[in-house]
């Protein structure tokens, strides 16, 4: 196994907020787009909502994660990138959902595993969590305080439409955030899981 330092999920904010810059209309029509629509077209009783949509860059089919053995690629059929935000206050969370080919899903599932237990090395692993939310498989990390960038990394795992979700949850500046320590950070966390995923699993129910 090769011998590689641990990457923290804080501190990686330029990264992670670097959003392709094409129009919600071209994700619309991208192949794909009908399975990953119902991540996108969600709203939250309390305020939050998706303020930007972009589907990947043109010629993009794959992107590389760290892992404890070394770098591995995801091929990808489909990704949307989505910012979530409360009213006046900055982003509250990146998300991406990729549909991933079907021939290979376990081995490239296997491949995030193996990212998250990488990352894992220097960030907390929540577990509280329940083995499922929704019928999503859910696998997330916090930091440690409100220190630094994004503050979780949460994987969502929908294994009968091989769709993964990669959510970070930013931190922003006091004064533009809907929580001002870790405990209202993890409530708040919390029920964003919660909603996010019984709006998916409502979207996915209503005809294309």
């Known amino acids: 196994m090769r011998n590689r330092p641990a990457i923290s999920i804080l501190g990686t904010t330029a990264l992670l907020l670097s959003i392709a ?36 860059r043109p010629g993009v089919t794959s992107r590389s994660v760290e892992t404890d053995s070394g770098p591995r690629q995801i091929d990808m059929q489909a990704g949307l990138r989505m910012l979530f935000a409360y009213p006046s206050t900055d982003y509250y969370a990146n998300v991406k959902a990729e549909l991933l080919p079907a021939a290979n899903y376990p081995q490239l599932k296997q491949f995030l595993l193996d990212e998250f237990q990488y990352l894992s090395h220097r960030d907390k692993v929540n577990v509280t969590l329940r083995s499922l939310i929704n019928g999503f498989e859910v696998h997330g990390l916090d930091g440690k305080n409100l220190k630094g960038g994004p503050l979780g990394f949460y994987l969502l795992f929908d294994d009968s439409a091989n769709v993964v979700t990669t959510i970070y949850l930013l931190n922003q500046r006091p004064k533009r955030r809907e929580f001002q320590s870790m405990e209202e950070y993890s409530d708040l966390r919390d029920r964003f899981l919660n909603s996010y995923t019984a709006c998916i699993r409502t979207n996915q129910k209503q005809p294309h």
Request: aromatic fraction near 6%; hydrophobic fraction near 45%; include cysteine.
């Open 21 to 56: 810059g094409t129009s919600v209309l071209a994700a619309q029509s991208m192949p794909g787009a009908a399975v990953l629509a119902p991540y996108s077209s969600c709203q939250f009783q309390d305020g939050l909502r998706v303020v930007r949509v972009d589907p990947l």
